[in-house]
T-cell receptor, first 113, second 117 residues
Framework: GAGVSQSPSNKVTEKGKDVELRCDPI?????LYWYRQSLGQGLEFLIY????????KSGLPSDRFSAERTGGSVSTLTIQRTQQEDSAVYLC???????????FGPGTRLTVT | AQTVTQSQPEMSVQEAETVTLSCTYD???????LFWYKQPPSRQMILVIR??????QNATENRFSVNFQKAAKSFSLKISDSQLGDTAMYFC??????????????FGQGTILTVHP
């Protein structure tokens, strides 16, 4: 079946602009995660959605970052007033439930100039 | 808070040989799962193997096996008969099954493995 998809695959934006990154999880997966992968800093947890529960936003680095998940499926990560330090690969993952294996999308490479 | 440490930034191995990647973790949780993920140059993260902490038997998946030492909080990955396609960044990851970090994966810094022909 189809895996996790993310769009766009690459995004170049100017400092100060807003960007939206999209994630389509595997159908039927109730848990959805966003991570950030910066060069030399490994993977950093950002936010986690589980079913209809309130999302765990504890990993969001600032209030410029927000995410939503509509209809328990597609998720959008929004970064407002982008800064150069936001440049990274943003990975989305989904799983059947919180403790099952997470399946990752190919990521969106964000470059802020 | 959980931490995962991979002390080998880079490793290399000859094709068909065996290599072991190290991982240690720190947690106060007693129940958790551990994973090894592989990220080839294509950037796609792929699950390699999973270990439940309550199981004493080490997980095995074809050429991949783990040495799980719960008391030592160690979780190493052994790759046997290395193949060129094994060239990738390997991440060790931890997920607690309870507590405030329930459901959140914590990753190590990664080990770049290069398999030479």
């Amino acid at each position: 079946g189809a895996g996790v998809s993310q769009s766009p695959s690459n995004k170049v934006t100017e400092k100060g602009k807003d960007v939206e990154l999209r994630c389509d999880p595997i159908s039927g997966h109730t848990a959805l995660y966003w991570y950030r992968q910066s060069l030399g800093q490994g993977l950093e947890f950002l936010i986690y959605f589980q079913g209809n529960s309130a999302p765990d936003k504890s990993g969001l680095p600032s209030d410029r970052f927000s995410a939503e998940r509509t209809g328990g499926s597609v998720s959008t990560l929004t970064i407002q007033r982008t800064q150069q330090e936001d440049s990274a690969v943003y990975l989305c993952a989904s799983s059947r439930d919180s403790l099952y294996e997470q399946y990752f999308g190919p990521g969106t490479r964000l470059t802020v100039t | 808070a959980q931490t995962v440490t991979q002390s080998q930034p880079e490793m290399s191995v000859q094709e068909a040989e065996t290599v072991t990647l190290s991982c240690t973790y720190d947690t106060s949780e007693s129940n958790y799962y551990l994973f090894w993920y592989k990220q080839p140059p294509s950037r796609q993260m792929i699950l390699v193997i999973r270990q439940e902490a309550y199981k004493q038997q080490n997980a095995t998946e074809n050429r991949f096996s783990v040495n799980f030492q719960k008391a030592a909080k160690s979780f190493s990955l052994k790759i046997s008969d290395s193949q060129l396609g094994d060239t990738a960044m390997y991440f060790c990851a931890f997920i607690p099954t309870g507590g405030t970090s329930y459901g959140k994966l914590t990753f190590g810094q990664g080990t770049i493995l290069t398999v030479h022909p």
